[in-house]
């Protein structure tokens, strides 16, 4: 079992910044993948960022390539989330996710295991 816990989501003026934290158990952190997600109310959950286990591969959204970092510390069974330049349609609720079986994908929801509660992000314009 892997429990996933995001903190650091607030409200925030555009062009703020922000980051996200998201805390992982269990003692094979550094093997997983992980990813983070956004929901907007009414909309679908969509792919933010992801990282593989050792770091040394990040993938993003194309619209959001130059604005976020991904990043993790496995010391620490943390990933992390800076958003720079935010803007209000960056408005969600940000989930992180682990992949226990590394599919080799990163963009879908479908191919994490498991997920967090999430941390709201609001900006306001």
């Known amino acids: 079992q892997v429990q996933l816990v995001e903190s650091g989501g607030g409200l925030v003026q555009a062009g703020g910044s922000l980051r996200l934290s998201c805390a992982a158990s269990?003692?094979?952190?550094?093997?997983?993948?992980m990813g983070w997600f956004r929901q907007a109310p009414g909309k679908e959950r969509e792919f933010v960022a992801a990282i593989s286990w050792s770091g040394g591969s990040t993938y993003y959204a194309d619209s959001l390539k130059g604005r976020f970092t991904i990043s993790r510390d496995n010391a620490k069974n943390t990933v992390y989330l800076q958003m720079n330049s935010l803007k209000p349609e960056d408005t969600a609720v940000y989930y992180c996710?682990?992949?226990?079986?590394?599919?080799?994908?990163?963009?879908?929801?479908?191919?994490?295991?498991?997920w967090g509660q999430g941390t709201q992000v609001t900006v306001s314009s």
């Open positions: 269990g003692r094979t952190f550094s093997r997983y993948p």
């Open positions: 996710a682990a992949q226990i079986y590394n599919s080799g994908s990163y963009y879908y929801t479908g191919v994490y295991d498991y």
